[in-house]
């Protein structure tokens, strides 16, 4: 009978509209109070009937109202009211029982500390006090598991109308998120079993929800037999999907979901909104890129950068806005941002206004080669951090305007450099890359051009007492950046292929724009001057398992959908990148994701003659000359996949054959 009347009402229109997991905490806090004095009129009512002479109205409201301002403030508190339904019976059980031991512990004391000042007299009786602690408990319990058990079977109708779905793990934070799905009210996903990863015979079931075995040969059977859509998991079980997991679920067209972090909705627990299936997103390939993400010290950079002038080059690029972002959100007084490119800049304007609009904005457009005006931003805003984003990248672009790549991420970097020096900055950041480290093409000189020109200025200036700290830092690819691979395999896909990779074993590293700008902020408030910081960003991803993912993740199969083009690697590619050469060592730091690299020093002056050569040749257009001259002073340049370019390779080793060995002089490393 009871059964019918539950389906009877989950069928109506007024219970599906009532969210009872979106119940107004209030609500469960006047319950729990109302359970509160329950059981305090339950014991006072055996006390008036044996110590009816003993007792007043006086008496009994102020016990009544200490007892019940001293509960409501643990329960509010603990917060232990919005976890009725969201959360498990364990969980319940233990806040519950938490709640009722403090507010039992308090009362006693103040009960004590009366009994001390009255000289014997206590205000109320202790053993009331733990009559009154074990019926509030037993009630509230029986409360929570009565609405739990109406609430399941109310909503169990609806169920069916579910997808079903498996969590990944058996841990405690996958029990929660298998829980929070099923009870919640209009959910998308029905769990109906756990997926382990470790092989434990004899557990079949947990917390009632059957457990199923992971084993890459059959898991898909699994799937197909019982009609589940898919597998989901959070971020605590995100390493379980390295390793080629995930491509046995992608291969076989299982769809993984991902609730990106499970902190978030429970910080949400005292709020009126949402389900948790709203948090849960289907998975991209930024999710399985095989590495862990990146914790870092934002309290440095807060303390660093709060109240600070800082200014940006390149502040509309990938990098440059996401730091224009990052500074905001640490409260910095002023943001100067730094680039050419106009409709970026109003663009990042406009979002800044929005979502910022206490920070100080201001707008500069100029190029960095502009010494003179790069002179009028100095001048003008004196900031105390300079965080320099401003260069070329692409390295095919780079090979066929040269002169560009000098002029604009060496000349550039010197202009803002020297500025920065000039008008007394705090920190210059420089924004480097993994294609300095034996650099095969020449965005990737220019850049260690620029880091050996940042590191010589430091030595040269700390010795002349000056304070300006030069710092860089070292990182891989980006995703998501402009002009990055996973864009282009999106469009690629889109338009239905093919997918274009260059060599099917080219391998790169990968971090998120977050990532990467956190490691710029952190790095430049960490270090002391003179430091390459460099990055811990895990395995190197295969590109070719890239495009495979990426097709797999859109519902199509590799190959056969969409095919998987080899072009050739471009002028000044490699199949590899390093953040070390080979005679660099790393050192650590506080934070063991990032490392200093120990590098060969330059002696300024000879730096600054060695690149006035180039530049200059880069302005009279001479590429030959000025190529010569750049592989002369960093003799790691060696090019790959140009032709104009291996020529001038030859053409030094053929001069250095020549010429006779001279024992080198020791080389200096920091």
């Not at 099923?182 to 457990?211: D, R, W």
């Not at 997991?245 to 978030?264: G, H, P």
């Not at 640490?330 to 941002?337: D, E, G, P, T, W």
């Not at 700008?517 to 811990?536: K, T």
């Amino acid at each position: 009978m009871l059964e019918n009347l539950l389906n009877r009402l989950s069928e109506s229109t007024v219970i599906q509209s009532f969210k009872l997991n979106t119940t107004p905490r209030w609500v469960i806090l006047l319950l729990d109070l109302l359970i509160v004095t329950t059981s305090f009129a339950i014991v006072e009512t055996k006390e008036l009937v044996t110590h009816a002479d003993k007792l007043s109205i006086e008496y009994l409201s102020a016990s009544w109202l200490a007892i019940m301002v001293v509960y409501f403030v643990v329960i509010f508190v603990s917060k232990s009211y919005t976890c009725v339904i969201r959360l498990s019976v364990i969980i319940d059980l233990y806040r519950t029982f938490m709640v009722v031991c403090v507010s039992t512990f308090v009362l006693i004391m103040l009960n004590l500390g009366i009994y001390f000042l009255t000289s014997g007299e206590v205000c109320y009786s202790f053993w009331n006090l733990f009559l009154i602690a074990i019926l509030t408990f037993t009630i509230m319990m029986v409360e929570r598991l009565f609405i739990k058990y109406i609430y399941m079977r109310i909503t169990a109708v609806s169920n069916t109308q579910r997808k079903r779905v498996l969590v990944l793990g058996t841990s405690l934070n996958s029990l929660l998120l298998a829980n929070a799905l099923k009870n919640e009210t209009a959910g998308q996903y029905e769990p109906v079993g756990l997926l382990s990863t470790k092989k434990s015979h004899g557990i079949n079931e947990v917390n009632g929800f059957k457990v199923y075995y992971y084993d890459p040969e059959t898991v898909t059977n699994i799937f197909v037999e019982h009609g589940i859509y898919a597998l989901i998991f959070n971020d605590s079980r995100r390493e379980m999907l390295h390793d080629g997991m995930a491509d046995v679920f992608l291969s076989s067209n299982i769809t993984l979901l991902s609730l990106n972090r499970f902190a978030e909705y429970e910080e949400e627990q005292d709020k009126d909104d949402g389900n948790i299936s709203t948090y849960v997103k289907e998975v991209e390939i930024e999710d399985l890129l095989g590495r862990e993400p990146i914790v870092l010290n934002n309290s440095l950079v807060s303390t660093n950068v709060k109240g600070a002038c800082v200014l940006i080059t390149g502040a509309c690029g990938s990098i440059g806005s996401e730091i224009v972002r990052q500074l905001a959100t640490y409260q910095a007084s002023r943001i100067v941002l730094v680039d050419q490119a106009e409709t970026p800049m109003h663009d990042l304007s406009l979002e800044m206004k929005r979502n910022f609009p206490e920070a100080e904005i201001v707008l500069f457009m100029g190029d960095v080669q502009n010494r003179d005006r790069m002179e009028v931003a100095f001048e003008t805003y004196k900031p105390k951090f300079v965080f320099h984003a401003a260069a070329y990248k692409h390295v095919p672009m780079m090979e066929i305007n040269p002169t560009e790549a000098i002029l604009t991420n060496v000349m550039g970097t010197r202009n803002v450099a020297d500025l920065a020096l000039k008008h007394g900055a705090y920190k210059f950041v420089m924004v480097s890359t993994d294609k300095a480290v034996n650099p095969t093409n020449i965005m990737g000189c220019t850049k260690r051009l620029a880091e050996i020109y940042c590191q010589s200025l430091f030595f040269d200036a700390a010795k002349r007492g000056m304070t300006t700290q030069f710092i860089t830092t070292r990182f891989g690819n980006v995703l998501g950046s402009n002009g990055s691979v996973i864009p282009l395999f999106r469009k690629q896909i889109e338009r239905g292929g093919p997918v274009t990779v260059t060599h099917k074993d080219i391998i790169r590293y990968f971090m998120t724009i977050p990532e990467a700008c956190s490691l710029v902020l952190e790095a430049g408030c960490m270090g002391s001057g003179g430091e390459i910081y460099i990055f811990d960003m895990g395995q190197p991803v295969r590109i070719y398992d890239l495009a495979t993912r990426m097709i797999s993740l859109a519902g199509f199969k590799p190959n056969i959908d969409i095919k998987i083009e080899e072009v050739g690697l471009r002028p000044g590619e490699k199949l590899y990148e390093e953040l070390l050469n080979d005679k660099e060592k790393t050192t650590a730091t506080v934070n063991k994701k990032i490392m200093i690299a120990k590098v060969r020093t330059y002696d300024y002056r000879n730096v600054c003659e060695n690149i006035e050569r180039i530049v200059e040749w880069a302005h009279k257009g001479n590429v030959h000359n000025m190529v010569y001259a750049m592989k002369s002073f960093v003799p790691e340049y060696k090019s790959n996949s140009s032709e104009e370019f291996e020529r001038i390779d030859r053409e030094i080793e053929e001069k250095m054959n020549k010429q006779p060995q001279n024992t080198p002089e020791t080389e200096k490393y920091y």
